[in-house]
Each structure stands twice: as C-alpha cells, then as structure tokens.
C-alpha cells in the first residue's frame, strides 16, 4: 500500500502548489482592481468618455456660430448678375414650404391667403402633377427660380404651353396675362418672406433660402479701386469682379482676398451665379424650360446589395452606417488597449521604483506577480469600456429629449442596432483582451527592467510604431474589408486585434477568423513567456537598464515559478 501511493505524492505537491499558485494570482489581480479603483486616474478615465463626447458635439457648433463674418464686396460689369443673385438670395425655401402646404397639420401653420396665393396654388399644383410627370423628382429650390427668369424673357406664352405642368395662371395666353402671373408670384413671394421673420427664429430659419448664408455678408458695391481700398483697410475679407459677360464666358471674373485658406464664400457665390448664368444660356440657346431640367437632371444610379438569398435589396444610410461601424469600434479598441497597456507599464515602474514590489516578491513569485497585475488592469479595462458603452447607449436614449431633430437622424444610421450588433460586440470583447494580454505583457516586461518613465521611454518606442500601423491602415481597410491589405496584415500577430475587427463589416470567412486567432493566441502565449522571462529578472534590477543583448540572453532562460 505504502509502494502504491508514494508516486501519488508529488502529483498531489504539484496540484496542491498550483492551486495556491492561482489562489495567489488571483490575490495579485484582486489588489489590482482595487488599487486601480481607488484612484482619480480611473474615474477621469470614465468620466472623460461621456465630456469627450458632449463636447464633441456642442463645441464645433459653438465654434461655428463664432466664426466672423464674411463681409465682401462687388464690383459687377455686366450690370445685372449681382442683382440676380441677391433675388436669387431673396427667395424662401420652396421645398419647405411646399411640404407645409401639403400638410395642413403641419407647424408652423400657413395663413389661408398664403395658400390660395397664386405662389401656394403654384407649389401644390407642382408637388401633386408637376413632380410625377417630370418623372424626376425635382428641387423647388433649384427649379422654380430658373424657371421664373427663364419666362421673364422668352417666347412666354409658346413656352407654358409646353410646361408639363398645370399653372393656376390667367386663363389668357398673351403676354400680359403672364407677366400678371410672374407679377403675383413676385409679390407672393415677399408676402411669404415676410411671414417667415414674423415666425420665432427657431422656425423661421427652417424655411428661409437655405443657401442664405447669414456668415456672409455683401457690405460694398462700387469700382474695383474702392473695393481694393476697403481690403487693404481690412473692412472686407474679400470682393469679386463680375466681368462683362459672364453668360458668354468667364473673362474678367475674379475673386480677391487676403485670406489663401477659407473658400467657403468663393465657393458660395460661385454655385449661386452659376445656377442663374446656367439660366440665361438656356435662354439664349432658346431651349424650353421642361427640356431644360431634363438636360439638368443628372444620370443616378440606385444603391442595392445582395441578401443571403442572392436577392436584390435596397441599401439604406443604416446598412452604410453597419458597414463603417468596426472604424469606431477600433478606434475605441486602440484608445482601450494603449491606455491599458499603458497602464501596466506605469504601475510596475513606480511599485518598483516605491520598492513595493519587493514587498510582494516576498509572498508570491515574479510570474504569479506579472498574471495577477495583467489580469487585475484587463479587468479594469473592461470596467472602463463598458462604462463608455453604456455612456453613449445612454446618449443615444436621451439625445432626442434635448435635440428633437436628431432622433430621425439616430433612426436612419440604426445607431441602436449597431451598438447591440452582437458580432460587433463579441469581436471588441475578445481582441480587446487579447490584444490587451499581447501588448501590457510586452510594456510589462519593458517596466519590469526600468527604473523610471523616462528610462521607459526609448524602450517602448518600437511597441507605439507597431500600435500605429494599423490607425494609419483604418480607413483603407474599412474601404475594402476584405482586400489584399486586410488579409495580408490580418495574418501579423500583433495588428490582428485591430485589423480583424475593422474587417467586421466585411465580414471575413470563417476560416479567416479561426486562423488569424490561433495565431494571436500563439503569439500571446509565447510572448507572455518572453515577458515572464523578462520579468523575473528585471523586476529586482537596479541601475542602468540592461542592454538589448543581455535581455535576449534572458529569454533563452526557463520560466520559474
């Protein structure tokens, strides 16, 4: 009996030491957590989430409402193209307006001698015939005005015989019927201004022109020499030159300003002139106005995807969002791991340098120390992401309380969904963890020899260029998930966790996933062993870090408990 159980004793003095060694290891990562915890360090890191995100939101808008304004002047040759586009500027939002005569419930609500105007006969008679016979749908906004200065200065009453649509104009043809017509409209289209600046600002900018930019501004009208004169003086950010005749080409026109780097007013009044000289050589060319925007209309091609089924489907801004969700997915993963893995760097330095290290390393061994520090802040890390994920799940809920008009725009893209994808979430769970085991046991090892930040520093150099290839690679694998890029670099262990989950919405295959994840495991394991290595003769080095040979040589050495 004695024989018989003797070789079962240092099975069980194994056993036994394994399972205090993990007791042990557990002890180290509950410290952790609770050193972690306790810190400032941690609930900034959790609260600064939520700030980062408000603040992303509301300081650009602030920022843009502070933008000065863009005060310019025009000096304009052809003596007609600025007056044509400050009425141009004049007139309301069609579209707008026409979808408050459509819904008599609608608010702001339109006074009856609004809508039975000649202008508010006019836009229903459009959105009810005009827009299924054209077969296009078309934009008030850009139609109606061209359509008006094309009338004022054609064969008027040839050209609405051929209008596909029905005009509630007088019933006689002649000229002077038509400029009775043109004429109402005109008025009808102050009427309707002025009631828009009687309504509260809120609602009145919803259907004033929305290309009325209130950031610009024209100030000055006169020659050039003033206008050159108001620049040098700084009174003007710019002017431009209108040349004589901008409808046969475009010599003479300029734009001059001081400033090289904001275009946004050239580009402005360039698109407003070039809808109303695009007008007048429609004109010219005696084109008829329903011909005219059917040349205008541009050739579409609709979006569709294949279901599972092989199917034809229609893709929605939702199906686009899903497929360019992983981008933020990863630029959270790579934010998590970094500052994680950062993490366990700092801690291991100032225990060391605090000689608190030496203190545990008399109750539990190097290698328990390293797991239990490596999995206390993987935990901690976790505690902080999920607090980010119900931060902006919690945004989501309530952002429509305080911005009405962002809940249609949180439905179109599914933000919800995406959020709850359970691929997605799977995906940022386990390469978050393992890329986080990969990179701290690397930085581990980098503390475990250094006696200070600083010291720290030129080390991990070659660590924070390997973290960078793949945020540099971001955008072009989300682009093509699963191009040659994405497969080549899915197969280097250490971008991995951030390529594969980019690659999300592609989605990769099967095989690709289970082969790309042996790998990363392989690689965590037998980096966790360098670092082991690393670590247990490091950690009670004093002096000057040892060279990178030394450290080498420490790798070929067995790992000890």
């Given at each position: 009996?004695?024989?018989?159980?003797?070789p079962?004793?240092?099975?069980r003095q194994?056993s036994s030491?394994?399972?205090?060694?993990k007791s042990?290891?557990k002890?180290v990562?509950?410290?952790e957590?609770?050193e972690?915890?306790?810190?400032k360090?941690f609930?900034i890191?959790?609260?600064?989430?939520?700030v980062?995100?408000?603040?992303s939101?509301?300081?650009?808008t602030?920022?843009?409402?502070?933008?000065d304004?863009?005060?310019f002047?025009?000096?304009?040759?052809?003596?007609?193209?600025?007056?044509?586009?400050e009425?141009r500027?004049?007139?309301?939002?069609f579209d707008?307006?026409?979808k408050?005569?459509l819904d008599?419930?609608a608010?702001p609500?339109?006074?009856?001698d609004?809508?039975?105007s000649?202008l508010?006969?006019f836009?229903?008679?459009?959105?009810?015939?005009g827009?299924?016979?054209?077969?296009?749908?078309?934009?008030?906004?850009?139609l109606?005005p061209t359509?008006?200065d094309?009338?004022?200065?054609s064969d008027?009453?040839s050209?609405l015989?051929k209008l596909p649509?029905?005009?509630?104009i007088?019933?006689g043809?002649?000229k002077?019927?038509?400029?009775?017509?043109?004429g109402?409209m005109?008025?009808?289209?102050a009427k309707?201004?002025?009631?828009?600046?009687?309504?509260p600002?809120?609602?009145a900018?919803?259907?004033?022109?929305p290309r009325?930019?209130?950031?610009?501004?024209?100030?000055?009208k006169?020659?050039?020499?003033?206008?050159?004169?108001?620049?040098?003086?700084?009174?003007?950010?710019?002017?431009?030159?209108?040349?004589?005749?901008?409808?046969q080409?475009?010599?003479?026109?300029k734009?001059?300003?001081?400033?090289?780097?904001?275009?946004?007013l050239?580009?402005?009044f360039?698109?407003?002139?070039?809808?109303?000289v695009?007008?007048?050589?429609?004109q010219?060319l005696?084109?008829?106005p329903?011909?005219?925007?059917?040349?205008?209309?541009?050739v579409?091609?609709a979006?569709?995807?294949l279901?599972?089924?092989?199917?034809?489907?229609?893709?929605?801004?939702k199906?686009?969002a899903?497929?360019?969700?992983?981008?933020a997915?990863v630029y959270l993963?790579?934010?998590s791991?970094?500052?994680?893995?950062q993490?366990?760097?700092t801690n291991?330095?100032e225990?060391?340098s605090?000689?608190?290290i030496?203190v545990l390393?008399?109750s539990?061994s190097?290698l328990e120390?390293?797991?239990?520090?490596i999995?206390?802040?993987?935990v901690?890390?976790?505690?902080?992401v999920?607090?980010?994920?119900?931060f902006?799940?919690?945004?989501i809920?309530?952002l429509?309380?305080?911005?009405p008009?962002s809940?249609g725009?949180?439905?179109s893209l599914?933000?919800?969904?995406?959020?709850?994808?359970?691929?997605y979430?799977?995906s940022f769970?386990?390469?978050?963890?393992?890329?986080f085991l990969?990179y701290?046991?690397v930085l581990?090892g980098?503390g475990?020899v250094?006696?200070s930040?600083k010291?720290a520093q030129?080390?991990?150099?070659?660590?924070?260029l390997l973290l960078?290839?793949p945020?540099?690679a971001?955008m072009p694998?989300a682009?093509?998930?699963?191009g040659?890029?994405?497969?080549?670099?899915?197969f280097?262990?250490?971008?991995?966790?951030?390529v594969m989950m980019?690659?999300a919405?592609?989605?990769p295959?099967?095989?690709e996933?289970a082969l790309?994840?042996i790998l990363?495991?392989l690689?965590?394991?037998?980096?966790?062993?360098?670092a082991?290595?690393?670590f247990?003769?490091?950690?009670l080095?004093?002096?000057?870090?040892?060279k990178?040979r030394e450290?080498?040589?420490?790798?070929?050495?067995?790992?000890?408990?």
């Amino acid at each position: 009996m004695r024989s018989m159980s003797a070789p079962s004793a240092p099975r069980r003095q194994r056993s036994s030491d394994m399972s205090k060694g993990k007791s042990k290891t557990k002890l180290v990562a509950q410290r952790e957590i609770l050193e972690n915890v306790r810190t400032k360090t941690f609930w900034i890191g959790i609260l600064s989430f939520p700030v980062i995100l408000v603040a992303s939101i509301l300081i650009p808008t602030w920022f843009q409402k502070k933008v000065d304004v863009r005060t310019f002047g025009v000096e304009d040759r052809s003596g007609w193209l600025s007056a044509a586009i400050e009425k141009r500027l004049e007139m309301p939002d069609f579209d707008a307006l026409t979808k408050l005569l459509l819904d008599k419930d609608a608010e702001p609500s339109l006074p009856k001698d609004l809508r039975q105007s000649t202008l508010g006969q006019f836009l229903q008679a459009f959105a009810k015939v005009g827009a299924k016979q054209l077969k296009e749908k078309q934009s008030l906004n850009s139609l109606l005005p061209t359509l008006l200065d094309t009338l004022e200065s054609s064969d008027l009453g040839s050209l609405l015989e051929k209008l596909p649509i029905s005009l509630p104009i007088p019933k006689g043809k002649a000229k002077e019927g038509i400029k009775t017509f043109l004429g109402n409209m005109r008025s009808d289209i102050a009427k309707f201004n002025d009631w828009i600046e009687s309504l509260p600002e809120e609602e009145a900018e919803k259907l004033r022109n929305p290309r009325k930019n209130p950031k610009f501004q024209l100030t000055a009208k006169g020659p050039e020499d003033e206008l050159r004169e108001l620049l040098k003086k700084e009174k003007l950010f710019a002017y431009f030159v209108i040349g004589k005749d901008p409808v046969q080409g475009d010599d003479g026109n300029k734009y001059v300003s001081n400033n090289l780097t904001d275009q946004s007013l050239r580009r402005w009044f360039s698109n407003i002139a070039n809808g109303i000289v695009a007008a007048k050589r429609i004109q010219k060319l005696g084109i008829s106005p329903e011909k005219a925007a059917w040349l205008q209309t541009p050739v579409r091609f609709a979006p569709k995807k294949l279901d599972e089924s092989g199917n034809e489907t229609e893709v929605a801004r939702k199906d686009i969002a899903l497929k360019w969700a992983p981008v933020a997915f990863v630029y959270l993963l790579w934010i998590s791991v970094f500052m994680m893995a950062q993490m366990m760097l700092t801690n291991t330095i100032e225990e060391k340098s605090n000689r608190i290290i030496e203190v545990l390393l008399s109750s539990v061994s190097p290698l328990e120390l390293m797991t239990g520090k490596i999995l206390g802040i993987a935990v901690t890390g976790l505690l902080v992401v999920g607090s980010w994920a119900g931060f902006f799940a919690l945004g989501i809920y309530l952002l429509p309380t305080f911005f009405p008009q962002s809940e249609g725009i949180i439905a179109s893209l599914g933000l919800g969904s995406i959020l709850a994808n359970p691929a997605y979430l799977a995906s940022f769970i386990i390469y978050f963890v393992l890329g986080f085991l990969l990179y701290a046991s690397v930085l581990g090892g980098i503390g475990s020899v250094c006696n200070s930040l600083k010291e720290a520093q030129n080390l991990q150099q070659p660590v924070i260029l390997l973290l960078i290839i793949p945020l540099l690679a971001m955008m072009p694998i989300a682009s093509d998930p699963n191009g040659t890029l994405a497969r080549v670099l899915s197969f280097i262990p250490p971008f991995t966790p951030f390529v594969m989950m980019n690659r999300a919405g592609g989605p990769p295959a099967l095989w690709e996933y289970a082969l790309t994840s042996i790998l990363l495991l392989l690689t965590v394991w037998l980096t966790f062993r360098g670092a082991a290595k690393i670590f247990r003769i490091g950690i009670l080095m004093t002096g000057k870090p040892p060279k990178l040979r030394e450290m080498l040589r420490w790798l070929r050495a067995p790992v000890n408990r």
